[in-house]
């Protein structure tokens, strides 16, 4: 059972633009979402995180949208660099749990000129 | 700051085999852990440690997974006899504290399984 689904393995984006990634979750006793991103042969580094009590958290060039109701949340990338191609896991967990993290299969972002 | 530390990196055996992983964390992060990742898939966690105990095991096939962290700073993971499905990245990451959301991690260690 998939409790963090990122329905979209793959996303390409031009230089410049809006990136977009989507995540929707099962649970609705996560409170605590977080955005993780992961160039190869390197491990995860966290990016961004958004608690339930907000519904929009922005970090530079970062922001993550929280839709509690629709178990929704969403990173924007604005604007889109070279850099950002990687691929990015969307991620939850309940205070409860002890920092316990639940991962999504991760969306990879192309970054075109 | 050294960031954590893992090996080997690359790591290729026969089932049946058995193989460890080596784990050095954020030097003062009494929280780590160990993660499975498979190809396709989110890191899965397998094994929790704060200081030396371990805090959440629930995932770990512990008919042929086991982990330690004597002293509370190092770890190892072992797996024996290790299984195809066994084939993965394992990732180890650290925390300054138990319920620190934002964990650190190490490159990984990819496991061929033949």
């Known amino acids: 059972d998939q409790q963090v689904k990122q329905n979209s393995p793959s996303l390409s984006v031009q230089e410049g633009r809006i990136s977009i990634l989507n995540c929707d979750y099962t649970?609705?006793?996560?409170?605590?979402f977080l955005w993780y991103k992961k160039y190869p042969a390197e491990g995860p580094t966290f990016l961004i995180s958004?608690?339930?009590?907000?519904d929009k958290n922005e970090d530079g060039r970062f922001t993550v949208f929280l839709n509690k109701s629709a178990k929704h949340l969403s990173l924007h990338i604005v604007p889109s660099q070279p850099g950002d191609s990687a691929v990015y896991f969307c991620?939850?967990?309940?205070?409860?749990?002890?920092?316990?993290?639940?991962f999504g299969s991760g969306t990879r972002l192309s970054i075109r000129p | 700051e050294a960031g954590v530390a893992q090996s080997p990196r690359y790591k290729i055996i026969e089932k049946r085999q058995s193989v460890a992983f080596w784990c050095n964390p954020i030097?003062?992060?009494?929280?780590l852990y160990w993660y499975q990742q498979i190809l396709g898939q989110g890191p899965k966690l397998l094994i929790q440690?704060?200081?030396?105990?371990?805090?959440?095991d629930s995932q770990l096939p512990k008919d042929r997974f086991s982990a330690e962290r004597l002293k509370g700073v190092d770890s190892t993971l072992k797996i024996q006899p290790a299984k195809l499905e066994d084939s993965a990245v394992y990732l180890c990451?650290?925390?300054?504290?138990?319920?620190?959301?934002?964990?650190?991690f190490g490159p990984g260690t990819r496991l061929t399984v033949t």
């Open positions: 990451a650290s925390s300054a504290y138990r319920r620190s959301y934002e964990q650190y």
């Open positions: 991620a939850a967990s309940q205070y409860s749990s002890a920092s316990k993290i639940i």
């Open positions: 649970n609705s006793m996560f409170d605590y």
């Open positions: 958004i608690s339930s009590i907000k």
């Open positions: 440690f704060q200081n030396n105990g371990v805090v959440d």
């Open positions: 030097s003062g992060h009494a929280t």
